[in-house]
């Protein structure tokens, strides 16, 4: 079959919604004239002191292509995905049977940055949960909370990092002025701030404030989250062969985001705990992940409150597809 120009666009718009490190969203989308799609990479998007190596960047795009397959699925169609090493992957859509249980949930998974509330029905979504061989769900209280401070110390040592620091704060929308603040980036509604809080995020993390804070022993205080990562129902460890292409990880990593999501769970990543030599081989030593395996992320997990929510910042698609 020929793919037409307004189902792509259709598919495109629910792709964009998938998971990206710092929601950068990188990958951009270009129908050819035969009806297979380009996934390309937008070089502006990506993190060259956070992530130097394009691993995070890589796993952002299998997410991307994860979501655009599940989003044909759910209108029959299927996708066969080409890495031809020119572009980030090509794509085939032909008609046939494609259904999948994740893809309805597609446009229903949201990252929940806050506190978790607890109780009885966290556990009921813990028990729908469907377990697997790449993840470790942490659900005892002590081993949560060594995880909370494990993640606080492995923040405040990044967070030490200049350069790093600069370039998440780039990426954060600290007021609803900031242009991109529904487009793309880290916005403060979207980390549970206040916008006390987010004012207050904005002094604190400037060069030079931060590093005097830290000098008196305020800093790791006032970045730190352990209250919030104690209130989870678990902590999901996610882990990939060692081996793995980051792309086909982050297909995986979208599919297990989306099978919390399926359970009824809300998530949040704890990516720290992977980037930070010290914390990831601490985690892996603790929970027996072996070395051939690779842990990709955490992600706390519980029930959000009920509440309505706004729109995922996303970009539009005339700054997508290309």
Not at 82 to 103: F, I, K, M, Y
Not at 166 to 194: C, F, I, K, Q, T
Request: proline content about 5%; aromatic content about 6%.
């Amino acid at each position: 079959m020929t793919l037409d120009a307004e189902t792509f666009r259709a598919l495109v718009a629910e792709a964009s919604l998938s998971p990206s490190v710092h929601n950068t969203q990188p990958a951009r989308w270009r129908l050819t004239p035969d009806g297979r799609v380009q996934v390309l990479e937008d070089e502006a998007r990506r993190l060259p002191i956070g992530d130097p190596e394009g691993r995070d960047l890589n796993v952002s795009h299998g997410s991307a292509v994860e979501g655009f397959c599940l989003a044909a699925g759910h209108r029959g169609l299927i996708v066969d995905v080409a890495r031809d090493g020119v572009h980030v992957a090509e794509l085939t859509v032909r008609s046939g049977e494609a259904s999948d249980p994740l893809a309805a949930y597609l446009t229903q998974r949201r990252t929940y940055r806050g506190k978790f509330e607890g109780g009885q029905a966290d556990h009921a979504a813990l028990a729908r949960l469907e377990r697997s061989d790449d993840l470790i769900v942490v659900q005892t209280p002590q081993p949560v909370a060594e995880l909370a401070r494990l993640y606080d110390e492995a923040s405040l040592r990044w967070f030490r990092n200049a350069p790093y620091r600069a370039e998440l704060v780039s990426w954060m929308r600290l007021s609803r002025r900031h242009p991109s603040w529904s487009l793309d980036g880290l916005n403060a509604e979207a980390m549970e701030m206040s916008g006390i809080e987010a004012a207050g995020a904005g002094v604190v993390l400037r060069p030079g404030v931060f590093e005097t804070l830290d000098r008196v022993g305020l800093a790791g205080a006032l970045v730190a989250e352990a209250a919030v990562v104690r209130s989870a129902a678990a902590i999901a460890l996610f882990h990939r062969p060692a081996k793995e292409a980051p792309f086909d990880t982050g297909r995986r990593f979208h599919r297990a985001w989306l099978g919390f999501t399926l359970a009824g769970l809300s998530a949040a990543p704890m990516a720290v705990l992977a980037d930070d030599v010290e914390a990831r081989e601490r985690v892996k030593a603790d929970f027996g992940i072996g070395g051939d395996r690779r842990l990709i992320t955490a992600f706390r997990l519980g029930i959000a409150p009920v509440r309505d929510l706004a729109p995922k910042p996303r970009l539009g698609l005339e700054a997508l597809i290309v």
